[in-house]
Protein backbone atom coordinates (compact mmCIF):
# COMPACT_ATOMS: atom_id res chain seq x y z
CA UNK A 1 0.00 0.00 0.00
CA UNK A 2 1.18 3.73 -0.78
CA UNK A 3 0.72 6.30 1.46
CA UNK A 4 -0.37 8.61 -1.01
CA UNK A 5 -1.20 11.55 2.15
CA UNK A 6 -0.90 13.20 5.35
CA UNK A 7 -2.75 15.83 6.30
CA UNK A 8 -3.15 17.16 9.91
CA UNK A 9 -6.16 17.86 11.74
CA UNK A 10 -5.71 20.18 14.01
CA UNK A 11 -9.04 20.12 15.74
CA UNK A 12 -8.44 16.40 16.42
CA UNK A 13 -5.08 17.03 16.92
CA UNK A 14 -4.60 13.46 14.73
CA UNK A 15 -2.69 12.20 11.19
CA UNK A 16 -5.40 11.59 8.47
CA UNK A 17 -3.20 9.16 6.32
CA UNK A 18 -4.70 8.09 2.46
CA UNK A 19 -3.75 5.32 0.79
CA UNK A 20 -3.81 4.21 -3.11
CA UNK A 21 -6.43 1.96 -2.05
CA UNK A 22 -8.79 4.43 -1.15
CA UNK A 23 -8.52 3.00 2.28
CA UNK A 24 -7.82 6.46 5.04
CA UNK A 25 -6.88 5.98 8.83
CA UNK A 26 -6.11 8.47 11.28
CA UNK A 27 -2.72 8.43 13.44
CA UNK A 28 -1.06 10.09 16.31
CA UNK A 29 2.02 12.43 16.30
CA UNK A 30 3.29 9.40 18.20
CA UNK A 31 2.34 6.74 15.46
CA UNK A 32 3.40 9.01 12.69
CA UNK A 33 6.83 9.54 14.40
CA UNK A 34 6.79 5.59 15.50
CA UNK A 35 6.42 4.13 12.00
CA UNK A 36 8.33 7.07 9.76
CA UNK A 37 5.21 7.70 7.92
CA UNK A 38 5.68 10.20 4.86
CA UNK A 39 3.74 10.48 1.20
CA UNK A 40 5.01 7.67 -1.03
CA UNK A 41 6.17 5.13 1.40
CA UNK A 42 4.52 1.40 0.78
CA UNK A 43 3.50 -0.05 3.67
CA UNK A 44 3.25 -3.60 3.65
CA UNK A 45 -0.22 -5.72 4.28
CA UNK A 46 0.72 -6.68 8.05
CA UNK A 47 2.54 -3.97 8.81
CA UNK A 48 -0.62 -1.21 8.00
CA UNK A 49 -2.57 -4.15 9.99
CA UNK A 50 -0.88 -3.38 12.92
CA UNK A 51 -0.43 0.23 12.75
CA UNK A 52 -4.16 0.35 11.86
CA UNK A 53 -4.52 -1.94 15.37
CA UNK A 54 -2.47 0.65 17.60
CA UNK A 55 -4.08 3.37 16.31
CA UNK A 56 -7.94 2.14 17.50
CA UNK A 57 -6.70 0.88 20.62
CA UNK A 58 -5.35 4.43 21.05
CA UNK A 59 -8.39 6.31 19.88
CA UNK A 60 -10.72 4.04 22.35
CA UNK A 61 -7.68 4.46 25.08
CA UNK A 62 -8.10 8.46 24.42
CA UNK A 63 -12.56 8.21 24.56
CA UNK A 64 -12.47 6.20 27.35
CA UNK A 65 -10.27 8.94 28.78
CA UNK A 66 -12.49 11.69 28.00
CA UNK A 67 -15.76 10.43 28.80
CA UNK A 68 -14.18 9.56 32.22
CA UNK A 69 -13.02 13.66 32.39
CA UNK A 70 -17.24 14.34 32.54
CA UNK A 71 -17.75 12.11 35.20
CA UNK A 72 -17.68 8.68 36.69
CA UNK A 73 -18.80 6.03 34.68
CA UNK A 74 -19.47 2.51 35.50
CA UNK A 75 -17.50 -0.87 34.08
CA UNK A 76 -20.73 -1.55 31.87
CA UNK A 77 -21.66 2.27 30.89
CA UNK A 78 -18.19 2.74 29.54
CA UNK A 79 -18.58 -0.61 27.85
CA UNK A 80 -20.98 0.07 26.39
CA UNK A 81 -20.34 3.58 25.26
CA UNK A 82 -17.07 2.82 23.12
CA UNK A 83 -19.47 0.28 21.65
CA UNK A 84 -21.36 2.55 20.42
CA UNK A 85 -18.60 4.67 19.61
CA UNK A 86 -18.03 1.94 16.64
CA UNK A 87 -15.25 0.15 19.16
CA UNK A 88 -14.95 -4.15 18.97
CA UNK A 89 -16.60 -5.31 22.42
CA UNK A 90 -12.88 -7.24 22.87
CA UNK A 91 -11.19 -3.79 22.32
CA UNK A 92 -13.60 -2.21 24.83
CA UNK A 93 -12.72 -4.70 27.51
CA UNK A 94 -9.55 -4.63 27.18
CA UNK A 95 -10.02 -0.54 27.35
CA UNK A 96 -11.72 -1.10 30.52
CA UNK A 97 -9.10 -3.61 32.13
CA UNK A 98 -6.48 -0.63 31.26
CA UNK A 99 -8.99 2.20 33.07
CA UNK A 100 -9.33 -0.26 36.00
CA UNK A 101 -5.49 -0.35 36.57
CA UNK A 102 -4.64 2.91 36.15
CA UNK A 103 -7.32 3.62 38.84
CA UNK A 104 -9.50 5.55 36.59
CA UNK A 105 -12.70 3.18 36.14
CA UNK A 106 -14.14 1.40 39.68
CA UNK A 107 -17.67 0.30 39.90
CA UNK A 108 -17.58 0.38 43.72
CA UNK A 109 -16.59 4.43 43.99
CA UNK A 110 -19.22 4.74 41.02
CA UNK A 111 -21.83 3.11 43.02
CA UNK A 112 -21.25 4.92 45.80
CA UNK A 113 -21.28 8.22 44.27
CA UNK A 114 -23.90 7.55 41.72
CA UNK A 115 -26.10 6.67 45.10
CA UNK A 116 -25.56 9.52 46.84
CA UNK A 117 -26.56 11.63 43.92
CA UNK A 118 -29.61 10.37 43.84
CA UNK A 119 -30.55 10.50 47.75
CA UNK A 120 -29.02 14.12 47.11
CA UNK A 121 -32.11 15.17 44.63
CA UNK A 122 -34.75 13.13 47.05
CA UNK A 123 -36.88 12.43 43.91
CA UNK A 124 -36.84 8.86 44.33
CA UNK A 125 -38.24 6.26 46.53
CA UNK A 126 -36.17 2.86 46.99
CA UNK A 127 -37.33 0.75 43.88
CA UNK A 128 -36.79 3.73 41.34
CA UNK A 129 -33.17 3.84 42.58
CA UNK A 130 -32.86 -0.01 42.39
CA UNK A 131 -34.33 0.40 38.94
CA UNK A 132 -31.88 3.60 37.93
CA UNK A 133 -28.53 1.52 39.59
CA UNK A 134 -29.41 -0.99 38.08
CA UNK A 135 -29.10 0.35 34.46
CA UNK A 136 -25.92 1.64 34.89
CA UNK A 137 -24.69 -2.07 35.36
CA UNK A 138 -24.60 -1.76 39.27
CA UNK A 139 -25.37 -5.04 41.11
CA UNK A 140 -27.97 -6.17 43.00
CA UNK A 141 -25.88 -6.48 46.17
CA UNK A 142 -24.32 -3.56 46.31
CA UNK A 143 -27.47 -1.69 45.35
CA UNK A 144 -29.46 -3.45 48.41
CA UNK A 145 -26.04 -2.48 50.96
CA UNK A 146 -26.36 0.86 49.91
CA UNK A 147 -30.43 1.20 50.29
CA UNK A 148 -30.12 -0.41 53.68
CA UNK A 149 -28.01 2.56 55.31
CA UNK A 150 -31.02 4.25 54.58
CA UNK A 151 -33.42 4.57 57.82
CA UNK A 152 -37.31 4.10 57.77
CA UNK A 153 -38.27 7.36 58.45
CA UNK A 154 -35.49 9.41 56.22
CA UNK A 155 -38.03 7.57 52.98
CA UNK A 156 -40.83 9.02 55.27
CA UNK A 157 -39.57 12.22 54.99
CA UNK A 158 -38.30 12.19 51.39
CA UNK A 159 -42.00 11.00 50.17
CA UNK A 160 -43.41 14.25 52.06
CA UNK A 161 -41.03 16.39 50.05
CA UNK A 162 -42.00 14.70 47.16
CA UNK A 163 -45.79 15.19 47.84
CA UNK A 164 -45.20 19.27 49.03
CA UNK A 165 -43.85 19.26 45.26
CA UNK A 166 -47.51 18.18 44.50
CA UNK A 167 -49.33 20.01 46.48
CA UNK A 168 -51.30 21.79 44.32
CA UNK A 169 -52.27 18.57 41.92
CA UNK A 170 -53.25 17.32 45.52
CA UNK A 171 -55.56 20.46 46.40
CA UNK A 172 -57.38 19.89 42.79
CA UNK A 173 -57.49 16.76 43.49
CA UNK A 174 -61.31 15.58 42.96
CA UNK A 175 -61.02 11.76 43.53
CA UNK A 176 -59.86 9.62 46.52
CA UNK A 177 -57.08 11.26 47.91
CA UNK A 178 -55.39 8.14 49.26
CA UNK A 179 -55.30 6.73 46.15
CA UNK A 180 -53.81 10.22 44.39
CA UNK A 181 -51.39 10.08 46.56
CA UNK A 182 -50.38 6.38 46.54
CA UNK A 183 -50.41 6.73 42.96
CA UNK A 184 -47.71 9.52 42.83
CA UNK A 185 -45.05 7.88 45.30
CA UNK A 186 -45.97 4.51 43.82
CA UNK A 187 -44.86 6.03 40.68
CA UNK A 188 -41.77 7.80 42.30
CA UNK A 189 -40.13 4.05 43.28
CA UNK A 190 -41.73 3.77 46.48
CA UNK A 191 -43.98 0.61 47.73
CA UNK A 192 -46.87 1.18 50.45
CA UNK A 193 -44.45 -0.26 53.18
CA UNK A 194 -42.09 2.86 52.79
CA UNK A 195 -44.64 5.35 52.64
CA UNK A 196 -48.01 3.46 55.03
CA UNK A 197 -47.62 6.42 57.57
CA UNK A 198 -47.11 9.39 54.86
CA UNK A 199 -49.80 7.94 53.11
CA UNK A 200 -52.32 7.74 56.62
CA UNK A 201 -51.40 11.16 57.24
CA UNK A 202 -52.86 12.46 53.80
CA UNK A 203 -55.75 10.01 54.32
CA UNK A 204 -56.70 11.92 57.24
CA UNK A 205 -56.37 15.27 55.84
CA UNK A 206 -59.40 13.96 53.65
CA UNK A 207 -61.51 13.33 56.37
Same mark, same amino acid.
Given at each position: ? #???????????????????????????? !???????? %???????????????????????????????? /??? %???? !??????????????????????????? /?????????????????? $???????? $???????????????????????????? #?????????????????????????? #????????????????????????
Amino acid at each position: M #ILQSLKYQKRRKVWLLTFDTGETLSVSD !ELKTKYGL %HPAINIGEDRYLTLKNEAERQSAFEKAIELLS /YRE %HSSY !ELKTKLIQKGFSASLAQDILRQMIAKG /YLDDERFATLYFRELMRQ $RKYGPLMI $RKKMMEKGVEGTVIDGKLNTVPADEWEQ #IAREILHKKRQKLRRNSGNLRETVLG #ILTRKGFSYGNVQNVVNEYEEMEE
